[in-house]
Every structure is written in structure tokens, then in C-alpha cells.
């Protein structure tokens, strides 16, 4: 039996997946997971044998609210589709082919709270599609869309919302409480040298390669001392982009791969560092024009972040990540076209968003790095900025594919007041001597 977490005894709301062995089977229960996951805030138990549903149900109790079966053929036994579905109290989703569904009818007859799903259209971006259908049932079983209308609600309600149904939910990483720190730090405009100082002697391990990364050639201004003191980096870098480059050492280093995932850390971070530098240097170098003057450890934060939702994907829906990124390979798209065309029901900024939230980053980070690619009518300066690095970095070939294409979105261009033409000119000022910086930068953070 493998599980992505149980909510027995936690009050947390659970879902059960019964998932026969096969790859469409496989493709479909990941799929299932990271939607019931993110979108419904369910803690999802995945078996491969249907007798033990019985068993995980009765220990889940009341927490049970919905049941899977993700195989090839109908379920012939009568009195397995009335347990599985609690005699129609739960409902029950039978995720099954076409030509299996049409036999399944004659067997189930009126059997009330089951529902068909077919493997043909589970993909498509119609009313039969698995996201839709489960979506609508579940809605009808008092069970709300967590994501829906994510950007309409007031910060602290969706706070609230995130908190309460999300924290059981291990696959949404908890970050170190000295992040969160230094971040509460940085955005106190009565934060001292000394208690920044203080807070990062807590962690030699941050002090140390904070003087290693400040000699790189991206921090070129602190000059070519060759040892400097903590207090020192921080009086000359100042609070903010000390603290923000503390963060981002701390989170290099902390999230740890699982076994399972063959997840590109490496690349994932010179994508990362690298939207982060470019970001600063569009920032600092005055290459475009932003409405309002933004806050480094913000937008670093931002840019260093934005795509922390891959992360996720990558971590712990492995499978599902390469699918994506296999599509990618194939027809040349970047990783946000691939997941509209796969369904979109819970794509990598939403991941990230929820994250954000979850780790009380701030609503503006949060929003950006939840809107980096779909920016809206009226996208904020840290999401023009965000959005920009992030496909500028892709095109110097820091992707997390080395040729992953870029695609700005005109509302942005707009914003910033740029042209088409604009961008060469920024790749080609951005590219000189950028790749090993950042690559350089990443090796003294790790």
C-alpha cells in the first residue's frame, strides 16, 4: 500500500484512491491526487488492492469523503460497489475506459452516488473531462473548489482558508521558521544591523556561505576585501538584500529530494538564482520602467521563488512533472502551455501561490509568484517584474529545459512599456557574463 498521507485521527478531510497497476492507471491517479490535493484540500490514501477499501474506510471514519477506482475493467461484485461507495453516502468515482463504463452500467443499475469518468476525455478541456466531473460532484458533497476565484478573495479570509484546510497536507513543504523570520525582520522598518546580525549567528551554517556568495561576481559592489564580517556584509549590502540572500542559502539547502523523484535540482536553482539576478539587474540598472519602486528583498524573493510550485510537482508528483516536462520536449512549449493543454486544474503558480500563503510570506509575493504567468488584465509591478525575468532567464538558457521557450505576455510588455524589439537588446545586455554568475552563485550557495 502506498499512501501520500492519511488523515485518520487528524479531523482532516481524506479521499481514498483504489488504483490498479498500469501506466494509464498510474498517469490518472497522480493526476487525481494533485488535484484532490490542491484543489479540494483533501489528504489522499492510494491502494492498489480492493480489499483493503474496507479497512482504510472504516479507520477514516467520518473523515472520508470520497472513493476512486482508477482500473480497466468494471467492478463485477455488487457488494464491493456498495461498501466502496458506504451504500451511496460517499460518493464514488469509477475512473474507467470507455467500453468498461457501457458494461459497468448493466452491473451498477440504479445504484445512487456513482459517478463515470472515462480514461478517453479525462484530459480534455470539456464537461466530460475527470477535473470537471469531479470538480461538480464534489462541490454538490459540500466539498469547495480551495483555488476558485483564488485572486477575489480578501488576503487574510484566503489565509485563513489555506491554513485550515491545507495544514495536514504533507505534500505542501513547510518552510524553516528562519525564513519566515528574517523575512518578519526585513519588513520591519525598525530592524536594526545588530538583530539581523543575531538572528543568522543562530545558523553558522548561513553566516558561512553568506561570505562565500557575497565574494561572487554578482555582489561585485560590496568590493574585493578578502574576508568580510556578518556585520560588515550587512552594513554595506544593507538589511534587505542581506536578509533575502540569507533566505535564499537557507531554502537551497533545506528542501530535500525524495528517493523517488529524479527532479533537477541543479537546474531548478540556476533557473531560480538566476531570475533573481536578472531581476536585479533590470531593477538596478533602470533597463525598465516599473510604475513604483520596488523593495529588493520582495522582488528577489519573488523571482527567486516563482517557480517553487515545480518544485512541489517535482518532489512529490514525480510522474506527473515528467509527463509535463516529456510534452515540453516534444512540442517545443514551455511548461505553463503544457499544463493548460493537460488540464490546468492545479498548475505549478497556483502550487507556489498556496505555498506562499501557507509560509506567510507577504500578499504581494504571494500574488506574483501566483501570477507570473497568467498576469491578468492589470498586472502589479512585481508581477511585471517577476514575469519578465523569469522568460529573459529562459532566454539566455536557464530554463529548467536549456531551450525552453519564452513567451511574454503583451500586458506586460504594456506595463513596462516595451516593444518587441525591445527584447534583444535586454538579452543581449543581460547575457554577457550572467550564466557564470549565476552558476557560480549557486555553487556557493549549496
Known sequence: MTTSGSAYGTGQQSGLIVQQEGKPQQVLAKFLNLMLNYQCGLTITVIQELDQAAEILLQEGTAARCVFVVQNNPLSNEHTLDSLGHNGALPLFLVLPQSAIERQRGIVGERLSIYYCPWETAFASAESSLQTIVSDVLEDHGIGNLIQDIDKVPYAVLQQRVERRLKNLNTLPTLPEIIVRIMCLVSD?????????????????????????????????????????????????????????AQQIKLVNSLVKPQESAFDMRRFWEHSVGCAVIADKLVTGKMIVLETKLEFNDYWISALLHDVGKLVLGFFYWDWFARVVEQMEKGGLDFCTVENKLGDMVNHERVGQLLMINANMGEDIAHAVGSHHTVGDDPSPLSCLTHMADNLCKEIGLGYLPEEPSRYDPRVMKKLKLVDGNIPVLREALAEDILEEVKNMVDQCL
Not at 548561513?206 to 561570505?211: A, D, F, G, N, T
Open 189 to 245: 522598518p525598525k530592524t536594526t544591523t545588530e538583530q539581523l546580525e543575531q538572528l543568522l549567528c543562530r545558523d553558522p551554517a548561513i553566516v558561512m556561505k553568506l561570505q562565500q556568495v557575497v565574494k561572487s561576481p554578482v555582489f561585485a559592489d560590496i568590493g574585493r576585501k578578502s574576508s568580510w564580517s556578518l556585520n560588515a556584509i550587512i552594513v554595506r549590502l544593507g538589511l534587505k538584500k542581506v536578509g533575502a540572500i
